[in-house]
Structures are given as C-alpha cells and as structure tokens.
C-alpha cells in the first residue's frame, strides 16, 4: 500500500503570513502591557535588543530549511548532524513548552479579549477555541492556510494602525525616563520580549509542504522578521506614549485601553478586541500546524508510537498528532493555575527559553554542517562561508547560551522548569531507546536516514 504524503500548498505570501500569525500571536496583546510594567517607556529599545538573536534565528534557520527541506527540518538537522538523543530532546521540550504554557497563554488571552467583548467564561471559552482549531488542523492544509492569511492581515492591519496613529498623539512626560527601573529590568526584559520573536523557524518545520522550499524558506524568513520588527517597535512605542508606564503594567487589555485615548472607546474596544482574537487564533492554529509535524517525523522514526506518524488518506493531514497535541495544551489550564499577569510573564520566559535552546543546537549544527554533510550544504541555495559561517553559528550558540543562563539566574524559577523539560526529555528518550532494543530496533541506524514525508 502507498503511503500517503504531504502536499507542497504553501507560497511566498501565503508563507509569510502563516509565519507572522504564527510569532505575533495574542502575546502582542497581552504581553506589552506586563513588560511595560516591568520595564518603562524604553521598551521600544529592549524589543529592538530583542531582534538581535531573532536575526540570528533568521540567518542560520534560512541555511538549515535550504540544506534540509523537509518536514520537521529542525529535529532532522539536530538529531542527524549533532546526535538523536539532542534533536528528541529539543523537540520534547518545544513540544511540552509550547502545549503545556505557550496555547494555554494565548488561548487565555482570546477568552479575555472576547470576554471584554461579550460575556463568556473564560477557561471554557479558552478549551472551547482549542478544539475547533484542531479541528480545522484536522481537514486540511489549504482550509488552515487561508484561515491563516486572513487572520494574520487583521491583526496586522489593526496593530500598525495603532502602532502608526498612536505616535501622534503620545505624551512625551509618559516616556521620560526612558529607563526607571534601571538596566537591570531591561536585561531581564529580553527574554520575554524574546517570545515575540520565537517560533521563527517555524517554517522550516513545513519545508516538506513548502513550494520550492530552497528558494521561498530565506524570503519568507527575512520578510516576516522586518515585519515582525516594525510592528512591535511602533506599538510599544505608541503604547508607553499614550499612558503611563505603571499604568500598563496594571491595565487587562493594554493596547484596548491605550487605544480609546485617542480613537472612540467602544470602537477602539472592539477593534483591538477582533485583531486580539485573529492574534491568538493565528498562533494556536500555527502551532498545532508546525509541531504536529515534528510529532508526524519522531513518530515515522519510532521515537514516538507509530501511530501518530500516519497521514489521513482524505484530508492529508498527521490527524493523530494533531489530536494529541490539542489534548496536551487542554492539560496545560490544569497545570497553568491561571493567574493574569504572573501566569503571562512565566509562560512567555519559559517559551523563550525552549526556543533559545533550539536555536542554540541548530547553530552547532549549522557549524558542523560543511564537514559532516558537505553535499547538502553544498546543496543548499542559502549557505554562510567562512568568517560569516562561524560568527552566525558560533557567535549565535554563545548569544543563545549567555541568554539562557542570564534569563536563569534573574528569574531561577523558570530555569528550573527549563531543567525539568530538559530531564523528562533525556529519560523518555532513553527508555524508548531501550524499549525498541528489545525488539531488535536500533533508533541511531534509523536516524541516520533523510527521508521526505
């Protein structure tokens, strides 16, 4: 019997958007106000800090989609290059930090912008919004793609319009001093403010369904990231203009209410409410688009139960994975304890984190690309030489790794949570290693296959 294989439906445009959705999510929303808090009216500049290790994320994961252009790119690259144990681990802890902290974030943050909108209860509504996105997952790529697109131009629209139409009417007494608390709040704003920059690699995860990944994954790359990069800058900028900085930090639903300072208030609590709903929704339906996929390959190499590694002959679809994925993040609410402001700030550390660790490995793997796969580096149409090679690579491995434990001994917690992921990675790991060994399945020979899916 044939087995049934993805299809290549994603373009430039529809690319770019599905990325954008996918890295803006509600967190733009929710998130600003809390970090506006934590940080004062300087946090234009801790966002543009921020883009620094997103470039180098762009850079290096353009290199990586053009030497592996298949699904789940990621985890192909680390476990093959660097070594299987490394790539489960990275995936685990994407996996566990996105569905257990990130989707139960945004998922949260819908109910409570569509909750300022019309009365609902809020963890419901949040389980509710999970399940039809699984659903949507479910019945196909296209139908998730152009939900995607015109979710993502909402948002976008929305949020540039606040960004831009907000610059004029900010109060410069709001935005002096820059930095009140001091350069201490803003090292340890970077790695939240980081959050909103992850997952942008996440097109790599869906090269094996990207036209002409080779060509297409570096564009819709660097376009997403120079987007990316205005919005948040002009946001937080017209933000801390238009209230002030303490005030943010206490205010559910910032940007709704900084908004009604200068458009009307209802209309402003509606239009920032819609844009906050595509936000979110773009983010969860992304996320279960990306992962499902790296579940799809882990399950193909028996690193997961085989199971969740077969295709829907009708609707093309990983339909196990995505089913499982959605169940992790419902069990995420009862993990989470849902606590506004705190809840928040945790989850976007942590998610930092988890995606820090990624870059950080698929750097070392970028590094070592030339010597131990030179024919697909050779291949890849988006490749770093020399000088070049070893300053994104090394340098980013470095940047990475100091962000890490600085972020780990400001907020000891989170790292904590980070060491826990990283643990139940390694002894699932090794457990399944030694369950399949019984059967005569060796998980280092099967990893050392590229197969597309």
């Known amino acids: 019997m044939n087995e049934v294989k993805l299809r290549r439906e994603i373009s430039v445009p529809h690319g770019v958007l599905l990325l954008v959705g996918t890295v803006v999510g509600a967190g ?27 470039v180098f994320v762009a850079v290096v994961f353009a290199q990586l989609g053009t030497a592996f252009p298949v699904t789940g790119a990621t985890y192909v690259s680390i476990s093959r290059v660097l070594s299987p144990a490394l790539g489960i681990v990275v995936v685990w802890c994407t996996i566990l930090g996105i569905f257990l902290f990130t989707l139960p974030m945004m998922a949260y943050g819908f109910a409570m912008y569509l909750r300022a909108m019309i009365p609902v209860a809020v963890i419901p509504t949040a389980i509710g919004i999970l399940i039809f996105f699984v659903i949507l997952n479910i019945v196909g790529i296209k139908w998730m793609m152009w939900f995607q697109s015109v979710s993502t131009l909402i948002a976008i ?16 007494v709001y935005q002096t001093p820059l930095f009140p608390l001091g350069f201490r709040a803003v090292v340890l704003a970077i790695v939240p403010a980081y959050c909103l920059y992850t997952a942008l690699n996440a097109i790599t ?15 819709i790359l660097f376009i997403s990231l120079g987007l990316l990069t205005l919005i948040y800058v002009s946001i937080s900028y017209s933000l801390t203009g238009l209230m002030s ?19 009307p208030s209802p209309l402003a609590t509606y239009l920032v409410g819609i844009a906050a709903l595509m936000a979110a929704a773009t983010t969860i339906n992304a996320a279960l688009t990306f992962i499902s996929r790296d579940v799809l390959v882990l399950s193909r190499d028996l690193v997961f139960p085989a199971a969740f590694g077969r295709v829907h002959r009708r609707f093309a679809t990983p339909v196990r994975a995505i089913v499982f994925l959605g169940g992790v993040s419902v069990a995420g609410f009862l993990l989470a304890g849902v606590s506004a402001e705190e809840f928040v700030l945790r989850c976007a550390t942590l998610t930092s984190y988890v995606f820090m ?25 988006f490749k770093l030489r020399g000088r070049w090679l070893t300053f994104f690579t090394i340098g980013g491995a470095v940047l990475f790794g100091a962000l ?5 001994i400001g907020d000891p917690l989170s790292g904590v949570y980070l060491v826990i992921l990283i643990l139940t990675g390694l002894v699932y790991y090794f457990g399944r290693k030694r369950q399949l060994r019984r059967k005569g399945i060796s998980i280092e020979d099967r990893l050392k296959k590229i197969e597309e899916l």
């Open 404 to 408: 890490i434990i600085g972020g780990c």
């Open 157 to 172: 629209v929305v949020l540039l319009a606040f960004g831009v139409g907000g610059a004029f009417f900010a109060n410069p």
């Open 357 to 381: 660790l990624m870059a950080l490995l698929a750097c070392v793997a970028m590094f070592l690309l030339p010597r131990r796969f030179p024919r697909r580096y050779e291949e890849a149409t």
């Open 245 to 263: 900085w303490e005030g943010l930090g206490e205010a559910e639903g910032a940007v709704a209410v900084a908004a009604g300072k200068f458009l």
């Open 205 to 219: 995860e869906l090269a094996g369904e990207t036209k002409n990944p080779r060509r297409n994954i570096p564009l």
């Open 28 to 54: 733009a929303f929710i998130l600003i106000g809390p970090l506006a808090g934590q940080t004062g009216p300087g946090l234009w500049v801790v966002f543009l800090i921020a883009a620094i290790p997103a």
